[in-house]
């Protein structure tokens, strides 16, 4: 039996149903844009420990609350919070995301907000070690 015909994914040995998930690839119906981060930091902790390995779900909207996945000025790629929708100083849209844990990492407290556009996707999961959904699956 296919995956595709029962709109499954198959991400390191993880299966997904891609209904789960709720979104879709025009060019692959049923197929979910979806990708694997692995926590390298402890800014995230007791939420995230580093080698946790998380489920994203890429161009998906965001919502307060949600963790992330989002890429700051400097290139750094980070999970960090999203904490309210903030205005960029060009008058774009942007976010202010935030640690779990204020002592550690860098958030938009030193660095301020990141444009909308720099978030590249949503956490859903973490699928390794600890199994747990985050983020919302439709």
Same mark, same amino acid.
């Given at each position: 039996m296919k995956r595709e015909n029962i709109g499954?994914?198959?991400? *390191? !040995?993880? *299966?997904?149903?891609?209904?789960?998930?709720?979104?879709?690839?025009?060019?692959?119906?049923g197929r979910a844009r979806v990708g694997l981060a692995r926590v390298t930091g402890v800014s995230m902790c007791p939420t995230l420990a580093p080698? *946790?390995?998380?489920?994203?779900?890429? @161009?998906?909207?965001?919502?307060?609350?949600?963790l992330v996945l989002a890429r700051f000025p400097d290139g750094v790629l980070a999970v960090k919070? %999203?904490?309210?929708?903030?205005?960029?100083? *060009? !008058?774009?849209?942007?976010?202010?995301?935030?640690?779990d844990d204020p002592h550690a990492g860098v958030d938009s407290r030193?660095? !301020?907000?990141? %444009?909308?556009?720099?978030? @590249?996707?949503?956490v859903l999961a973490r699928v390794w070690p600890r199994p747990r959904w985050f983020g919302h699956r439709a």
């Open positions: 499954f994914l198959s991400i *390191d !040995g993880l *299966d997904v149903p891609a209904t789960l998930l709720g979104v879709g690839d025009a060019r692959h119906p080698g *946790d390995r998380l489920l994203v779900r890429y @161009a998906a909207p965001v919502r307060p609350g949600d919070r %999203a904490a309210e929708p903030r205005l960029l100083p *060009d !008058g774009g849209e942007g976010w202010w995301l935030l640690s030193h660095r !301020g907000p990141v %444009a909308a556009s720099a978030v @590249a996707g949503v």
